[in-house]
């Protein structure tokens, strides 16, 4: 997409491009070391990064300095002044605004990965909406992090420089639990692993302020992630790979949106039990 001549708002056109700008992102670097480093993530030929390359220079999204690549700081001034006027004029409807009345509203999706994106967007617009307030979810796994691993790298990276702190219950214990557990943990994260809930396989949970958000995928979907988690010691790209085909093949899976201060104070209480937290912020 084109705001104007030259000026590419959307320049992730490929899995390649994208690497290329978070490489370039980190500063200044040579072609040999650049197409080193982006071959770890993303299996290219040296004449296909120089093709991504091109094309980012030719939409004045990168430039080159001699044997040096970086991003084109016209382009990021333009490219921040874009985000910041969109997040400006950026809502999210949520139900019943009037604090003092309940609502419910339900979004369907036509498959896991696209409600995932939706997610991380509707994730960001309540923590910038509530913004020292504190989240509780509960996840039968976590899957996202294995799925969209820039997107989710970002957003943990946001919940911990933002207030509030963020509470992640995880349903079934498994290594990949455990090892979720292990790496994301920190003071204002906090991840338990109990299987003691009796919450529907189906479902996950988020709740912030008055609000109970669910999230719900088909039963088939589920089992087959059951069984990957299940069986995964690490997620490789082959557990990456089939984990994507399972959520493309997920059926309108929905997220329904409540807002009712009584069932978001039950559930709080309840998934607050095993965290270390004070009444003050439930």
């Known amino acids: 997409m084109i705001v104007n001549k030259k000026f590419t708002i959307a320049p992730f056109a490929s899995p390649l491009q994208e690497e290329l700008l978070w490489i370039l ?65 950026l809502g999210i409807s949520l139900p ?18 696209a409600l995932d994106i939706y997610w991380g967007h509707l994730y960001l617009t309540l923590k910038n909406k509530f913004k020292n307030s504190s989240f509780f979810f509960y996840n039968r796994h976590s899957w996202s992090i294995y799925e969209r691993p820039h997107s989710e790298t970002y957003l943990y990276k946001t919940s911990l420089k933002g207030g509030g702190k963020i509470m992640i219950t995880l349903g079934v ?44 995928y088909d039963k088939k979907t589920v089992a087959l992630i059951d069984s990957l988690f299940n069986k995964a010691i690490l997620f490789s790209e082959t557990e990456t790979r089939e984990l994507h085909r399972i959520l493309l093949n997920c059926k309108k899976p929905k997220i329904i949106i409540t807002k009712n201060i009584k069932k978001a104070n039950i559930w709080k209480r309840r998934l607050a039990k095993n965290f270390v937290i004070k009444k003050s912020e439930l």
């Open 25 to 89: 992102n980190q500063g200044a670097i040579n072609g040999v070391d650049l197409l080193a480093k982006v071959s770890l993530k993303i299996p290219t030929t040296k004449q296909g990064l120089y093709k991504a390359l091109r094309n980012l220079s030719q939409n004045e999204i990168a430039i080159k300095k001699g044997l040096y690549y970086s991003l084109n700081k016209v382009w990021l001034s333009r490219f921040r002044d874009f985000i910041e006027e969109g997040e400006n004029n």
């Open 96 to 113: 019943f605004h009037n604090t003092t009345l309940n609502g419910k509203k339900s979004i369907t999706f036509k498959d896991a990965e």
């Open 173 to 216: 214990n498994t290594l990949i639990a455990q090892k979720f557990k292990k790496d994301f943990s920190k003071e204002n994260i906090q991840i338990t692993i109990d299987e003691k809930f009796l919450i529907p396989k189906t479902d996950h949970i988020c709740i912030i302020e008055d609000y109970f958000i669910l999230t719900r």
